[in-house]
């Protein structure tokens, strides 16, 4: 965005780091002229300990601008593009469950799965249903309609068989903070076993997004 005379225009944004990186640089050069006087003071004019000086004030640099570079290196991102996907593949890699063998339950520890995988296709922009393939070890493969709720934060759909709890998955939209980032997900899986026993499973993992609905994406 330029001005009237050509000029860039700052944002907000851009100003208010701009404003915090001046107050630290004023920051630090009180701190320099405050141990100025003190090493005199300690040392008299004709000190010897300097480099432990220079040591000292290149560490409250460091404490002192780190909180910038640390706001711009953020691990996630919010990225509403996601709600646009129309496809998406989700990997899950960790899972904790819990077994409800009397009213104490038993939690397991977070464990690690492979080849769990999910694939959300046929995703409307404006309507309710998509289809999931998924390739879990262990079960069958297959093809199945899973409903879309979707929120300002994700994704979610669910699974509904008559047979069965609902199972859910959210896809949100934080994305690694770097190019072509994966989005976060976790699923839900909510079984009844034939003897009875109550077995909730939660998996957690990454989903990337294999196509947009181009017309409605956003630049």
């Known amino acids: 965005m330029e001005t009237s005379r050509g000029k860039p225009q700052k ?4 100003v208010k780091k701009e404003e ?26 004709h000190c010897q300990s300097r480099p432990m000086i220079f040591g000292l004030l290149a560490l409250l640099i460091i404490l002192f601008t780190s909180p910038l570079h640390a706001a711009e290196e953020a691990l996630f ?48 922009q404006k309507g309710s249903k998509a289809r999931l393939i998924k390739r879990v070890p262990g079960e069958p493969s297959g093809i199945q309609e899973v409903f879309i709720i979707r929120t300002l934060e994700a994704l979610n759909f669910l ?12 896809v949100m939209v934080m ?7 994966t989005f976060v997900a976790t699923t839900s899986q909510h079984t009844i076993t034939r003897d009875g026993a109550v077995v909730p499973t939660q998996s957690y993992g ?11 994406r956003a630049s």
């Open 159 to 170: 699974e509904v068989n008559p047979e069965r709890p609902i199972h859910t998955t959210a």
């Open 20 to 45: 915090n990186l001046q107050l630290c640089r004023r920051q630090i050069k009180s701190i320099l002229f405050r141990t100025t006087i003190l090493e005199k003071k300690i040392f008299g004019t």
């Open 11 to 14: 944002t907000g944004e851009f």
């Open 175 to 181: 994305r690694e903070n770097r190019e072509a980032g």
């Open 77 to 124: 991102v919010r990225d509403a593009n996601l709600l646009k996907a129309k496809s998406l593949r989700c990997l899950f890699t960790r899972q904790v469950t819990t077994n409800w063998t009397s009213w104490e339950t038993t939690w397991s520890k977070e464990a690690t799965i492979e080849n769990m995988e999910y694939i959300f296709a046929a995703i409307p």
């Open 206 to 216: 990454r989903c990337e997004v294999m196509a947009f609905n181009e017309e409605n």
